[in-house]
């Protein structure tokens, strides 16, 4: 049974902090280097400094980023809401030519092991993004971003018509980052309305669609404590916050999570190369030469179009110096199942495994969702290749995840990311 709890959440104040649409941020597993720096420089308060942990500029990123929340608890940037609120969201975002809205509420969510099939996981982790989280939580107890995840309306879509009421009126804060999706955020303290939300999503089940690092970190944190103390049962670390969303959201956008080539041995490369050149065949595509290398990859992207059927298709960016290459699998060895059948198992099983010792494949193949960055590590020589990859049919998505199975690590993209700084959960005894 989900359990899905209002939270006093701490809050950026407009009256020290400035500009609240200077201080919010990405997630952190999305936060380039240059964007790093372009974050720092945004805003003194741009919660980069607490999400990310001041990664490579002090000694210790964690402790500096616990010292830095709490200086700025103390001077008033950061605030605690008066009492325990949900918090019902509008994200309008540009894509493909279109202005999209994406509603949902951020709410306090039950932790449950992944075997009580209440929370679903989707793809794997990678065990060091994981003890970066729970370093953080540990020093800094509190949580900056939240996780998105998705659940199935009732027939007469209960939550998504309360949602919808709700951002009829006035918000309570909106947030018009640069380059993000504007933010509208309404606070619902009404015990009511809270208790309809949580009636309606009791049984449901939730799907992890953007988190998966962030969720299991707060698992093995809570572990933690648990080995120390006793845990009591409303502790706010039985709970982590999260941006809940209607399958049947219009704006819910799946894109592709593409994959860099980099720090591969020359016969590594070589052994790609022919490992693609043995299963798929090749054509030649074109970009418009008036774009920017970023711009046409993501011309690429869109031109590779959706699945359809079991077809098994990626794009291929600089297998050949500035190339783009349409790929698809000449003869897709028999799937036994939807997990087997995604374009991603199919890359990563009988593209790059013969291709790459397993131990070497993290090292070898990056994931990366910014055509941005790829463009950028192909032209400076600090990648060799790109697969861009297709988003992961949503009917196919839930095939795998209700059967308990698991994509490789980053295969889903589900766009837009929810910001960190919105609304934070910090650690007490109780929510």
């Known amino acids: ?25 990405p997630p ?3 936060i380039t280097p240059q964007l790093q720096q372009e974050l720092y420089a945004r ?34 940037v950061l605030k605690h809401e008066e009492g325990p609120s949900i918090y019902v969201t509008e994200e309008e975002f540009e894509y493909q030519g279109e202005t999209l809205l994406r509603r949902g509420f951020v709410a306090a969510v039950r932790l449950e092991d992944y075997d009580q099939k209440v929370v679903l996981p ?34 007469r879509s209960s939550v998504g018509n309360m949602v919808r009421a709700i951002a009829g009126g006035e918000p309570t ?38 988190g998966h690092h962030r969720y299991e970190a707060a698992l093995r944190y809570r572990g933690s404590v648990r080995a120390e103390r006793e845990v009591e049962h409303d502790e706010s670390i039985n709970f982590r916050i999260m941006l809940m969303v ?79 290459h349409i790929a698809r699998m000449k003869s897709p060895p028999p799937a036994e199942n939807a997990l087997e059948k995604s374009e991603y198992s199919y890359l990563h099983s009988h593209i790059l495994r013969p291709a790459i010792a397993e131990k070497r494949e993290e090292s070898v193949i990056s994931p990366h969702h910014d055509a941005g960055l790829i463009a950028r590590q192909i032209e400076s020589g600090a990648a060799r290749m790109a ?14 995840v209700t059967r308990g199975w698991r994509l490789p690590a980053k295969a889903t993209n589900f766009y837009p990311k929810p910001p960190a700084g919105a609304v934070i959960q910090e650690f007490g005894e109780r929510l």
Not at 4 to 23: C, K
Not at 181 to 187: A, Y
């Open 43 to 76: 805003s003194p308060y741009n919660i980069v400094r607490l999400e990310l942990a001041r990664r490579g500029l002090a000694e210790d990123p964690y402790e500096k980023a616990a010292e830095t929340a709490q200086d700025w608890m103390d001077s008033g």
């Open 1 to 25: 049974m989900a359990e899905i709890q209002p939270f006093r959440a701490v809050r950026y104040n407009p009256e020290v902090a400035g500009d609240v649409s200077l201080n919010v941020c």
């Open 122 to 155: 989707h793809e794997g982790t990678r065990a060091e993004w994981v003890a970066d989280r729970v370093k953080l939580m540990t020093a800094a107890q509190s949580n900056y971003s939240p996780l998105l995840s998705i659940f199935r309306d009732d027939l």
């Open 246 to 324: 209607s399958f049947d959201e219009p704006g819910l956008i799946t894109r592709g999570y593409h994959r860099l080539v980099e720090s591969a041995t020359d016969d590594e490369f070589a052994a790609i190369i022919g490992s693609i050149e043995k299963t798929c065949d090749l054509e030649d595509w074109t970009p418009s030469e008036s774009l920017s290398t970023s711009e046409q990859i993501e011309e690429f992207s869109v031109a590779l179009g959706e699945r359809e059927d079991s077809e098994v298709t990626f794009g291929l960016f600089s297998k050949e110096p500035g190339k783009f």
């Open 173 to 210: 804060a909106v947030f018009n980052p640069p380059d993000m999706p504007q933010l509208r955020l309404w606070r619902v303290s009404d015990p009511g309305t809270i208790g309809v939300l949580q009636n309606a999503l009791k049984d449901a089940d939730l799907f992890i669609a953007d």
């Open 28 to 30: 952190f597993d999305v």
């Open 387 to 400: 697969f861009i990859m297709r988003p992961v049919p949503l009917d196919e998505f839930v095939s795998i």
